[in-house]
């Protein structure tokens, strides 16, 4: 039977949904954070102390948070194939690297050159998605954005596995080699040529009035959870590590993006029929009551709920921050929620950093602490917040506002200059 337009389009749809969402993957859920189920092994082995770790994650967030604010300098940064790949290069020699020296110093070198490359890579990505899939559904950019938990699962296997045959160094190298798989899945990702386009009309700020107010406490809510959650984000395998059974350690961080790899979608689905302020308040809630759990016991289910909590949440925390920030109609919304969102990352590992010599829980408790003040500000939001136009308030999504509600998920790339 011949292919209708409908489902060629359906399939190529779900192909860049494939490419984009391997991209991500390699850029975040293993070149960003496959760091933090390699700390444990690094301590043991390596004898990596617990403020040298802070400072390699803070190093990795300021290269990030500068490739995300080169991105917006230089705009083919965020769009050509050509950087994507260049990027992914670096990205892949920069892991391989690690395992080649002992020396602080170049430890902290080369993860902030990995954050560099990681932002490249993921806002090509972003940008992709936010052109290739203007038509699609909202629940299809979700799952492209899947990809970071996707990544983050593949790269906690990967982690569990080498644990019992190998080292600390044949986990750098192996994740070396895992980025370039998923890499060479999204090879094609990004424009093929640097010719300036103009902004799809999905990004760019909606007509209409202002809302201030509202977005200033916005802001503050999402710079907290970008202290709040990298902590966790960074020190949760070590925290279990220290405390649970060995299965578990292995475990935890797969957890995390299992539950990671839908939660994009799920979110999006429901703030069609939710109000977004009241989904970002219990998104928090749940994250900040994930991350405390494994300070509070030692208990193995808790270490599991707080794994699936966490994972379920900080990725649409993100989509769902963002999508207000442009509802609220502020000039260049996605910028600055997307750089304060990245100062916070870069402060959250330095204020726990003075903690850490007796362990992880205190850390993790200042973590959630930081992501309960971000949903007080949340909930904050939700008093007269102006909701005009927004789809739940019909219990369906008009037509009319389907290209700015597909355009969410997508902005996200801006938003984890994480």
């Known amino acids: 039977m011949a292919d209708t337009p409908a489902s060629v389009s359906a399939r190529t749809g779900w192909s860049v949904v494939a490419q984009t969402g391997a991209a991500l993957a390699a850029a975040m859920g293993v070149g960003r954070f496959v760091f933090t189920p390699v700390l444990p092994l690094m301590e043991a082995q390596a004898h990596l102390l617990p403020s040298q770790a802070s400072t390699l994650a803070t190093s990795n967030y300021l290269g990030y948070l500068l490739g995300a604010l080169l991105g917006v300098a230089v705009p083919s940064l965020s769009r050509t194939r050509l950087a994507s790949r260049v990027s992914g290069v670096v990205l892949v020699a920069s892991l391989a690297a690690m395992p080649l020296t002992h020396d602080l110093a170049a430890w902290v070198a080369i993860r902030g050159i990995a954050g560099l490359a990681s932002a490249v890579v993921f806002m090509v990505a972003g940008n992709t998605i936010l052109t290739r899939l203007a038509g699609a559904r909202a629940h299809v950019v979700g799952w492209a954005y899947g990809g970071v938990g996707a990544g983050i699962a593949a790269s906690g ?86 405390s649970g059974p060995g299965w578990l350690s292995s475990s935890v961080w797969t957890l995390v993006g299992v539950a990671a790899v839908p939660s994009c979608a799920a979110w999006t689905w429901l703030s069609t029929r939710m109000s977004r302020p009241t989904l970002i308040t219990g998104a928090l809630v749940l994250q900040a009551v994930g991350i405390a759990l494994p300070a509070l016991t030692a208990a193995a289910p808790a270490a599991v709920v707080s794994a699936l909590l966490f994972g379920a949440t900080f990725v649409g925390i993100t989509t769902l921050s963002l999508a207000t920030g442009r509802h609220l109609r502020v000039p260049r919304a996605i ?17 726990v950093a003075p903690t850490l010599g007796s362990g992880y829980h205190t850390a993790l408790l200042i973590g959630a602490g930081l992501v309960l003040l971000a949903g007080a500000g949340a909930a904050l939001l939700r008093v007269r917040f102006p909701h005009h136009g927004e789809p739940h308030r019909h219990h369906r999504r008009p037509h009319a506002t389907r290209p700015v509600q597909e355009a969410t998920a997508a902005e996200a790339a801006r938003a984890k200059a994480t």
Do not use: K, N
């Open 157 to 242: 296997v990967l982690i569990a596995v080498i644990r019992s045959i190998g080292d600390w160094q044949a986990a750098w190298w192996s994740a070396a080699g895992l980025t370039a798989l998923l890499l060479a899945l999204g090879w094609s990702v990004g424009e093929p040529s640097a010719g300036r386009a103009p902004a799809p009309a999905a990004t760019r700020t909606p007509d209409g009035p202002r809302h201030h107010r509202w977005f200033a406490v916005l802001a503050a809510s999402y710079f907290l959870e970008g202290a709040g959650y990298i902590i966790a984000g960074t020190f949760l395998v070590a925290a279990v590590t220290a």
């Open 335 to 351: 910028a600055i929620l997307t750089t304060g969102y990245g100062v916070g990352q870069v402060v959250g590992p330095q204020v």
